[in-house]
């Protein structure tokens, strides 16, 4: 097996960022699912169907010329700061460049116990496992900044959570795995100058054009700023819920990372709560972009010391790129929302249209992908019912006072239904990654059938594409379904 050529980077900040520390070997190992596109990105075609790489995928053995690696990191969590935290069971195996010259790490997920365990067993279950899998590539099929998964490793070794599962090893990459919290661990412990190192790693690997500039901590946490209010934009465009807003779990890149108790809309309710544990509904889908705008402040605090040397003067510097937030937010869903409608450009009162459509949505607790995707069949001249609209929202006499306004507003940019149609369905996806899914396809693969999971990953590549003979997994989820619950446990 040969593989790509090591660029330890992170790895040569060396300790106290992170510490050196080997996989835990899992027996029996199998490769239940490789990622064969992201494999021939990276270079490493020619290896994955041998032997060595399922090991390798496994944790059973190291890449040649890296010891793995786990790093420290702090957070809020709902709200709390918690001083230590780090990579309890992501172990850091390799950094590489794929094939466009782009830096790569790669990680495993529940590869054995590290010093950031705290009392936790290292371990990930296969069914938590299968659905960072399939999200995350979901999400990237979706054209969503994302963390990406390469393979998808079980063995028969229990993990002990509510019951006794199995155990299984997520492979996943990206440019950095840097978080929020891994600027708060040093500026809460006080050893501010560790910040530096830190940052300029990143963005002499990323963020190239600020290289070396005298600035270039405000214009890379500008950038982040931006990246994480496009990226909650993103989300809340295809009903996307994260469920542990955390900023333990919030990328230095903008990335969506680590997949818990994520959900997707079905029937539509703004205050959705996506995650059992989450009492007090301070993650709800409306309360997304808030969080993302307060989690950034926290990001811009624990970064004060690398604005100016003078407190007062780091507040000065940093409050301006707080306040960029909503307006970067607010331009990029505005963008979303009409795009979503078939809108070429942005006019006043699309706002109202939006909002309308939205309650009109809320009101009828309407499935929120198809009713999306269904929009697409209005017709701007024609009155009467749009094809598969009606079955969607129940609220007819509100659907009916709203769809004139829409038809107005489509007549006056000449909109030409065909040409609009083809415009919406590449924005309002047809296919999502729906609890009862993933859930059904967790269940086979418990039974050791693997060909849900293959089916759900081929299927979401192409999230936005008509795929007749897949049809059914576009329905609302049966009622049986719609109790299925998501905790943290995984
Ligand atoms: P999460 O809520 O999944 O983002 O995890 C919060 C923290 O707990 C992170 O530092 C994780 O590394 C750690 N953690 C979660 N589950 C485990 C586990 N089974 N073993 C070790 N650490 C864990
Ligand atoms: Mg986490």
């Known amino acids: 097996m040969i593989l790509p050529a090591i660029t330890p980077r992170f790895a040569a ?20 699912h490789v990622n064969a596109a992201l494999a021939d990105q990276l270079g490493l075609s020619p290896s994955i169907a041998s032997p060595e790489f399922i090991a390798l995928m496994a944790g059973n053995t190291a890449w040649p010329g890296y010891e793995s690696r786990a790093s420290v990191y702090a957070g809020h969590q709902f709200g709390q700061f918690v001083p230590q935290l780090g990579d309890g069971r992501a172990l850091l195996i390799a950094e ?23 009392h936790a067993d290292g371990r990930a ?17 979706l054209g969503i900044p994302t963390t990406r998964a390469l393979a998808l490793v079980g063995s028969p070794q229990p993990v002990r959570r509510e019951t006794v599962e199995t155990a299984a090893v997520v492979c996943r990459v990206a440019p950095s795995f840097l978080r929020f919290g891994h ?8 050893e501010t100058e560790r910040l530096k190192p830190l940052a300029d790693l990143l963005i002499d690997q990323h963020f190239p054009e600020f290289t070396g500039k005298p600035d270039r901590h405000a214009l890379w946490l500008t950038e982040v700023v931006r990246r994480t209010a496009v990226l909650m934009a ?61 989690n950034a ?30 307006d970067a937010y607010g ?17 006043d009162g699309d706002e109202t249209l939006i909002n309308g459509w939205l309650n009109l949505m809320q009101s009828s607790r309407a499935d929120f992908t198809r009713s999306w995707r269904h929009l697409s069949r209005v017709k701007a001249n ?109």
Request: charged share 25%.
């Open 234 to 294: 993103h989300w809340q465009a295809v009903g996307f819920c994260h469920g542990v807003m955390n900023t333990d779990n919030f990328s230095a890149l903008g990335l969506t990372i680590d997949y818990g108790p994520f959900g997707f809309l079905d029937a539509f309710d703004s205050h959705h709560i996506c995650n059992h544990s989450d009492d007090s509904g301070r993650y709800a889908w409306d309360r997304q972009p808030v969080i993302g705008h307060w």
């Open 183 to 190: 600027f708060e661990f040093w500026y809460y412990r006080g």
């Open 331 to 347: 331009k990029a869903m505005l963008k979303q929302w009409t795009a979503k409608l078939g809108l070429r450009e942005v006019r």
């Open 382 to 490: 024609e009155d009467g019912p749009a094809h598969g609209l009606r079955d969607e929202i129940l609220d007819l006499v509100a659907l009916d006072a709203w769809i004139p306004d829409y038809r107005s507003r489509l007549r006056a940019e000449q909109s030409e239904d065909a040409e609009r149609a083809v415009r919406m369905n590449a924005v309002n996806p047809k296919y999502v990654l729906r609890n009862h899914l993933a859930q059904r396809s967790i269940e086979r693969a418990e039974a050791g059938d693997l060909s849900e999971v293959a089916t759900l990953f081929e299927l979401l590549q192409r999230p936005f594409d008509e795929q007749p003979a897949f049809e059914a997994y576009a329905a609302e989820p049966p009622p049986e379904a719609r109790m299925i619950e998501v905790s943290c446990s995984s």
């Open 297 to 326: 402040t926290k990001l811009l605090q624990a970064c004060l010391p690398l604005l100016a040397d003078e407190p007062k003067a780091a507040v000065e510097r940093a409050q301006p790129i707080a306040d960029s937030y909503p």
């Open 125 to 141: 279950v296969l069914r938590s496992s299968i659905r960072e899998y399939l999200c995350s590539e979901a999400m990237h099929g």
């Open 13 to 32: 900040l060396g300790e106290p960022y992170s510490t050196a520390i080997p996989a835990r070997p899992l027996p029996a190992p199998s490769l239940l």
């Open 96 to 118: 590489i460049d794929d094939r466009n010259g782009q830096p790569q790490e790669v990680q495993l997920k529940g590869a054995g116990p590290t010093p950031y365990s705290r």
